[in-house]
């Protein structure tokens, strides 16, 4: 019996994966236990717990680990805000052994892109993302504001390359040297509307902006 434990700990969302023979058994959140939303300490109450569920004990543990897999070879795409520096990944695992292909780096950021997005709209950024995809039902697909925001974001806002990356406009943001996710006086020229405060009335505007990005 091969027992191997995944953990991930010390920035968010920490958590534990057991497998035996190849298959995950169990696997839990540390903020399920704390009720510390995102908590990203060391996950010692995530671990007790799938130890539990299996019957073992860390002395069966033969492994400590971070990526499973049924397959000898695969490809690999992470596409995320970022991850230390990386924000999108392309690579190649090979049995245990993962090589980096390409990668697009921090600033520039499809996750943060989204949720620059979300805080435009009056969202909280880290939770009110699924709102945002929400809101995209709402809006006007054939309109001509909706065609608008398409044409300004892409003309504007992000640079999208022949080879599938692309660059973000960083006038118009400023998750990387401030404190507020865009620059609020270029958004509210480029689209003709200020970031909404929270609670305030959904107009069509924020809805069409939602689902042109």
Not at 106 to 121: E, I, M
Not at 193 to 204: G, I, K, N, V
């Amino acid at each position: 019996m091969k027992v191997i434990l995944g953990i991930s700990a010390y920035y968010h969302d920490s958590g534990v994966a057991l497998l035996i023979n190849g298959k995950i058994i169990a696997a839990a959140q540390e903020e399920r236990f704390t009720t510390k939303k995102h908590d990203e300490s060391f996950p010692v109450n995530a671990l007790e717990f799938v130890l539990r569920e299996a019957g073992l004990t860390g002395a069966d543990v033969e492994y400590v680990a971070f990526y499973p897999s049924l397959f000898e070879r695969s490809a690999i795409l992470t596409v995320d805000r970022v991850g230390e520096w990386a924000t999108l990944t392309i690579g190649r695992g090979n049995k245990n052994r993962i090589e980096i292909i390409r990668e697009l780096y921090f600033p520039h950021s499809l996750g943060l892109l989204y949720s620059s997005f979300t805080y435009y709209c009056g969202f909280k950024v880290n939770e009110g993302e699924y709102k945002l995809m929400g809101l995209v039902l709402y809006g006007n697909s054939t309109s001509e504001r909706r065609q608008k925001y398409i044409h300004l974001i892409k003309e504007y806002l992000v640079d999208i390359r022949k080879n599938g990356s692309f660059l973000q406009n960083m006038r118009y943001f400023d998750y990387a040297t401030g404190l507020r996710m865009t620059n609020n006086k270029k958004w509210t020229m480029l689209f003709g509307l200020p970031p909404r405060q929270p609670e305030r009335e959904l107009l069509q505007e924020y809805m069409d902006t939602a689902g042109s990005w």
